[in-house]
């Protein structure tokens, strides 16, 4: 007797595991096609998207609705993603980390360029940097994670002040000796906000020999899930492999890698502003 009912009972229980999974598959499915949509849908729509009855997708968006994962709009009874997914996305953006995320992007930037790749943010006035990847050529800058730089001749720090406010660039620049490093750092306060503003054009800033002779950076700004600029990804390496020659086509590296970084943390940019690097 024991062996007949096991015999029943094992065949439900795997209707019921494959029906639990069939429910949450179109439960996500559902939710899928009101982020995707762009505007409300209804139960008939969504219905037809799915393939399913419209009793069954009534049953869904329910329990959905009662859970604040969709809202019912009162007037036209179509439905939209609601609060709770909102605050979910949220919570899981606040736990990224811009040193976690980005250090796969850095190991394919130095594979790519094959130069030094560097995240940096604006502490006090100061670039800290706060990962790296070395170069795997001989000649090659050093480990910096830690150290921090002076912003004025640092393509970290340009990349980052140029997307600040005018008002905090007029905070950063008030009062402020931009101390001379090497016959190409700029030391005029009109001088560099000409830099700055170059650098909101093009999206991309250069150190050109600015902090060390013989030493050359290409930095781009990365942005948090608001589009705030909370950092740069650069790269460094001898003026005699970064040539001005090679500029744009490394420019390019750099900044297609901020964006993917800028991804990673949530934000959704428009195309890569290519054309503003040809």
Partial sequence: MKKIVQGKRTPRAGKSEIYRSQVMDRTFQLLDILGSDGGDLGITELAERLGLHKSTTHRLMMVLEHSQYVEKDAVSGKYRLGRRIMQLGLSALSKLDIYEVAKPHLRALVAETGETAHVGIMRDCEVVSLVNVESTQTIRTPSTTGTRHPVHCSSLGKAILAFCTPEAID?????????????????????????????RQCGYAIDDEEREEGLRCIGAPVRDSSGEVIGAVSIAGPVFRITRDRNTALAESVVRVAHQISASLGFHAPQLREEALA
Avoid: C, M, V
């Avoid at 190409?184 to 560099?192: E, Q, V």
């Fill in 171 to 199: 905070q950063f620049l008030n009062g402020r000796d931009l101390a001379k490093y090497t016959r190409n750092t700029i030391t005029s306060p009109a001088h560099f906000r000409r830099e700055l503003e170059s650098i």
